[in-house]
């Protein structure tokens, strides 16, 4: 553990500590963010919490009050104090902007070294940060991490994807930090190259910024021969370093001591027992740029109930299952793009390249699931071709209780990204099919 006094704290200390840090925040919010104090004061309620039960009543905050607050409404320090911007990137709208104080630089990089040595990193490790350095946070974020733990750091960044194997052959990385989607991609660039990427140095990955499965992670792990970590966090709420997992790979640990989170019913917005699954909501404790108040992440997950055998003591969130934005709702049954992979990801001669498309047909939406082959099936062999699609259809039917067509696409025809995988393609306004 990077900070075992935290990491490992008794419940009781933790809980007390994390009330004494809302009040404190509270307060700051109140004092400078005009957002806050109008919210407060057109509910007629205290900055103040007496209990952290009492946290359930105060007000939310949604990506749009970011939005309208754009680019720095939302600061609750001067813009003299903040040392670093980063920005949502955007995926479903308008940009958001976070502001970072020196403190908040420096707390982050503490969170991502635990983070990285949650991960089993040292500073033995070398660790290829491949995320994009930029406004996401991704890439700046796991940088001052990987060097708070003391790992010798490769900033090569996204991109370039021959180089980026050629890197890790060569400066010997141990640890690679990208999306689980362009993880897939370096495998296979290596393969074509000629190497073999279980011949790599790697040894441990950690992946997140995207929703991937549990059979995804396995492939992942196959093709590389490494450990594959789930790494979460947002960049409303801090970047990445809200929460990650441990080498037990059995939920998400989150920095309790600098977040709160609950999960509340999407419909009431009251929090739901744990182990029930429900929107995130995260409260930030000790950030000073931008702190947010019950901030709604649009994410599903649950509290994995019980301890952990690791010896950490902050609670664990399941991995993402999907955002509410990408849920799709076909014939009443809901669905994330996350299940259908986990299906695919489990089926021989698919590749774990896939994306759903929705169109329109007259008046009515169709969804349709497009997915790669893998290179050694034979694409111009019509019953070899048509008995896989209807495997694929009928698992999918079987797992998620709905049935869903399926097209077989070939090899290499889906869009790789180096980023964020787009895995859900609306093409209803392009007309009728
Ligand atoms: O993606 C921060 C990050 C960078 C996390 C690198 C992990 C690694 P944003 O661009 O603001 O920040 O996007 C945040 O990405 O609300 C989730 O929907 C999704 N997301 C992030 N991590 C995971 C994950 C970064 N491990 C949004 N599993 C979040 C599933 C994830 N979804």
Known sequence: MFQPEYEAMDRGALERLQLERLNDMLTRVYGAVPMYRERFDAAGIAPRADSLEALADLPFTVKDDLRSAYPYGMFAVPLRDIVRVHSSSGTTGQVTVVGYTSGDIDRWSDLMARTLACAGATPDDVVQVTYGYGLFTGGLGVHYGAERLGCTTIPISGGNTKRQVQVLKDFGATVLACTPSYAVLIAETASEMGIDPRSLPL???????????????????????????????????????????????????????????????????????????????????????????????????????????????????????????????????????????????????????????????????????????????????????????????????????????????????????????????????????
């Open 203 to 433: 040894r441990a990955g950690v992946f997140g910024a995207e929703p991937w499965s549990e059979n995804m992670r396995r492939q992942i792990e196959e093709l590389f021969g490494i450990t594959a970590i789930d790494i979460y966090g947002l960049s409303e709420v801090l970047g990445p370093g809200v929460a990650s997992e441990c080498s037990c790979q059995c939920g998400l640990h989150v920095n309790e001591d600098h977040f709160i989170i609950e999960i509340v019913d999407p419909a009431t917005l009251r929090p739901v027992p744990d182990g029930e699954r429900g929107e995130v909501v995260f409260t930030t404790l000790t950030k000073e740029g931008i702190p947010v108040l019950r901030y709604r992440t649009r994410d599903i997950s649950r509290i994995v109930p019980g301890e952990c055998a690791c010896g950490r003591t902050f609670r664990r969130m399941e991995r993402v299952s999907g955002r509410t934005d990408d849920m799709l709702i076909i014939r009443g049954v809901n669905v994330f793009p996350s299940q259908i992979e986990q299906v695919l990801a489990g089926i021989p001669g698919v590749a774990p390249h896939y994306q759903v498309v929705l169109t329109k047909r007259g008046s009515m939406d169709h969804v349709e699931v497009h997915v790669e082959v893998g290179p050694d099936v034979p694409f111009d062999e019509i019953k070899t071709l048509e008995a896989l699609r209807t495997r694929v259809a009928a698992e999918i039917a079987s797992a998620l209780a709905v049935s869903i067509a399926v097209r077989l696409v070939e090899p290499k025809s889906i869009q790789r990204s180096e980023g964020k995988a787009q895995r859900v393609l609306d093409r209803r306004d392009e007309g009728s099919e």
